[in-house]
């Protein structure tokens, strides 16, 4: 599966509505990455990107809600 980062902040925008936020997002540290940031996550290779993307797409799909 090829990630790219273009369509995964297509769907971040979708979900926070700015790309200020969609930036703020990639540079924030994240509980779901054990407080790496997702782009430190993203660029640590083809698992990490995969990681990433199947985060954002549970979030963009399911809502994230219980």
Do not use: C
């Not at 969609?22 to 996550?41: A, H, I, Y």
């Amino acid at each position: 599966m090829t990630v790219v980062k273009v369509s995964l902040n297509r769907l971040l925008f979708a979900m926070l509505g700015r790309s200020e936020l969609v930036d703020q997002w990639w540079q924030s540290p994240n509980k779901g990455f054990d407080g790496k940031t997702p782009d430190e996550v993203y660029l640590s290779g083809e698992e990490g990107r995969n990681k990433v993307a199947n985060y954002i797409h549970f979030y963009a799909n399911a809502g994230g809600g219980s």
